[in-house]
């Protein structure tokens, strides 16, 4: 979504809105979002069918009565304490905030999370970590926002470093690395709604612009990169579109798969 289908706003334009309802083609969001912040434009979109979040770590649908999950691959908590705490110790300066299936939590406001929240539109509940990671709650992904490219750098080796096993550390954009169970891949939800719909991998495009997206790039026959999307990703797509902010998404509907 964010660099791909959202503008720079973090909104979906008029044009692809009308151009994706035109198009007739069945749509999936598949994105490193929570369910929440995904609902303005699933429901913009009208979309029906199955959904990707969290890298990979739910795939659900919009029903009458809420939220259907079909898949979930939360995050192990004995990890998540790890992270956290080496967060806290040797880079406080670094937001630091976690979700689960209906919520976004933070200890504190900063600027990471003030950015992050003019992005999505949404606002964090204040909580002590300490309270809230205990053994009956499950959650789905880790998000760290610095501004800082060298810090950002430093903060991805030393979580390697801690050798868990279980976790996904992809880098979105310039500024997030985002956590995620090992499980939670994009791919796999492509997967899945590739044999649920038992489509060929030739009947599938997928469009990107992140180091996040290249599981999901590589499992479709036609991957369509951003024109905005990093240096590094635009080698990895069969076509290269416009940008996130020149309507790229209906621009590749129209011009690379009709």
């Not at 979906?12 to 912040?37: C, D, H, W, Y």
């Not at 029906?48 to 659900?60: E, T, V």
């Not at 992270?83 to 979700?99: E, G, W």
Request: charge should be neutral; aromatic fraction near 8%.
């Amino acid at each position: 979504m964010d660099g791909t289908l959202l503008n720079s706003t973090g909104h979906v334009s008029f044009n692809n809105i009308q151009g994706i309802k035109k198009s007739g083609i069945p749509f999936t969001l598949v994105s490193a979002r929570a369910p929440m912040e995904m609902a303005e434009t699933i429901e913009k979109l009208n979309l029906i069918d199955p959904q990707i979040a969290f890298n990979g770590g739910l795939i659900f649908q919009w029903v009458q009565k809420g939220l259907k999950v079909l898949r979930s691959d939360p995050l192990d908590l004995t990890d998540i304490k790890a992270i956290v705490q080496l967060v806290k110790k040797d880079f406080p300066n670094v937001s630091c905030s976690c979700y689960d299936l209906n919520n976004w939590y933070d200890e504190k406001v900063d600027r990471g999370i003030r950015y992050e929240s003019k992005m999505t539109g949404q606002c964090p509940r204040l909580i002590d970590y300490t309270k809230l990671l205990v053994a009956d709650n499950s959650f789905y992904k880790i998000m760290l926002i610095t501004f800082d490219p060298n810090e950002i750098e430093r903060l991805n080796q030393k979580l390697i470093d801690l050798k868990l096993a279980g976790i996904s550390i992809k880098q979105s954009g310039n500024e997030y690395l985002e956590i995620t169970s090992r499980k939670a891949q994009k791919s796999k939800g492509i997967h899945y709604i590739q044999n649920l719909e038992k489509l060929a991998i030739e009947e599938m495009a997928a469009f990107g612009d992140g180091h996040n997206d290249l599981p999901m790039l590589k499992s479709v026959g036609t991957p369509i990169v951003m024109g905005n999307a990093l240096q590094e990703i635009k080698p990895h797509g069969k076509f290269i579109t416009k940008t996130n902010d020149n309507d790229g998404v209906i621009f590749g509907i129209e011009n690379y798969l009709k």
